[in-house]
């Protein structure tokens, strides 16, 4: 059986199994950094490509969950560009 859910879904989902709550995009992305290089490199190419190609609906739910989704992103890219420059 393949889980075909992104990785931003999955996280969030054992975030709220574990934790009863979603998780910050802080805390995303400090799980995401525990990744090597490489694996944060697939990650990152993964969701911009599902990113560019989801759709936003006009509905206010659906551009709160663009936006936020974005954040969490944005988080993600700063902490692979820091740990990059560190050569990790």
Same mark, same amino acid.
Do not use: P
């Given at each position: 059986?393949?889980?075909? =859910?992104?990785? @931003?879904?999955?996280?969030?989902? @054992?975030?709220?199994? *574990? @934790?009863? $709550?979603?998780?910050?995009?802080?805390?995303?992305?400090?799980?995401?950094?525990?990744? %090597? +290089?490489? *694996? =944060? !490199?697939?990650? +990152?190419?993964?969701?911009?490509?599902? !990113?560019?190609? %989801?759709?936003?609906?006009?509905?206010?739910?659906? @551009?709160?969950?663009?936006?936020? =989704?974005? =954040?969490?992103?944005?988080?993600?890219?700063?902490?692979?560009? $820091? +740990?990059? *420059?560190?050569? $990790?």
């Amino acid at each position: 059986m393949s889980d075909e =859910r992104d990785y @931003l879904t999955k996280t969030q989902d @054992l975030g709220r199994q *574990r @934790l009863g $709550r979603d998780l910050t995009d802080e805390e995303i992305a400090s799980n995401f950094a525990v990744h %090597g +290089l490489e *694996r =944060r !490199s697939q990650i +990152l190419d993964q969701i911009e490509t599902e !990113s560019a190609a %989801g759709e936003i609906s006009g509905d206010s739910g659906s @551009l709160r969950a663009a936006g936020k =989704r974005m =954040r969490t992103i944005s988080a993600m890219r700063d902490a692979h560009e $820091r +740990l990059r *420059r560190l050569g $990790r």
